[in-house]
Structures are given as structure tokens and as C-alpha cells.
């Protein structure tokens, strides 16, 4: 059955860095768009970050741009998330997905695959 499996969350301190991972198992996600989203306590599910089938286009939410950055390595059906200074609103359970579509969408809603999740918290 296939699946995604995140990886990399903790907890730092404000300014810190973390590097999450997401690995698929049991077939190929290569060129399928995939994504990252994030869920904070009594909020929505939003995407953070989002990269095409190709790894060519790549989006990120308002609030994360200059400072998380978003990577694929087809070769090892991997996604990365790089996440720099990282604030204490970035705290949240963090998602990876995968959608039928090289193309990405910014809903959960359009994604087909997802992780189990993986928890960051920043403390102040």
C-alpha cells in the first residue's frame, strides 16, 4: 500500500532550524506534485509549501517565504522541507502529501496521498 512517511520534527528554540523529510514507500511518486501543510492548534489544515511533478515550480505560503524552501529528490522518492528562523507560529503538526496530478493545488482537499505526521514546536 502506498504511503508517505515524515520525518525531522522537534523542538527548537525561536530562530532555529529544522529539515523535514518525506519518503515514499510502495510505488513511485515521481512526477507527482507534492506538498507540505501544516495544522496549529484549532486551525485549518494550510498548505506551507508546495513543488510541481518536476520539481520545477514550487509555492509557498505568504508567511514562510525567505525562510523555508522546499526540495524533491526523485531518485530516492524523497521531499524535503528546509525551515530557517523558525518563529513560534510555525508550531503545528506538519503533513506531507501527494496529489494524482503533476501540477500542484493549494487545498488539502486535491491531494490524494499523506503522511502520518510529524510535530514541530518552537518555543519563545
Known amino acids: 500500500q502506498a504511503r508517505l512517511i515524515e520525518s525531522g520534527g522537534g523542538l527548537v528554540q525561536t530562530g532555529g532550524s529544522l529539515r523535514l523529510s518525506c519518503v515514499g514507500v510502495?510505488?513511485?511518486?515521481?512526477?507527482?506534485?507534492m506538498g507540505w501543510f501544516r495544522r496549529s492548534l484549532g486551525e485549518e489544515r494550510e498548505y506551507v509549501a508546495l513543488?510541481?511533478?518536476?520539481?520545477?515550480?514550487?509555492k509557498y505560503r505568504d508567511s514562510v517565504k525567505g525562510r523555508f524552501v522546499i526540495s524533491r529528490d526523485s531518485a530516492n522518492n524523497a521531499m524535503y522541507l528546509q525551515m530557517n528562523s523558525l518563529k513560534p507560529e510555525d508550531t503545528a503538526v506538519y503533513y506531507c502529501?501527494?496529489?494524482?496530478?503533476?501540477?500542484?493545488?493549494?487545498?488539502?482537499?486535491?491531494?490524494?496521498?499523506w503522511g502520518q505526521g510529524t510535530r514541530v514546536t518552537i518555543s519563545s
Open positions: 502529501a501527494a496529489r494524482e496530478d503533476p501540477r500542484y493545488g493549494v487545498s488539502w482537499s486535491h491531494y490524494n496521498y
Open positions: 513543488i510541481s511533478g518536476d520539481g520545477g515550480d514550487t
Open positions: 510502495g510505488r513511485s511518486f515521481t512526477g507527482n506534485a
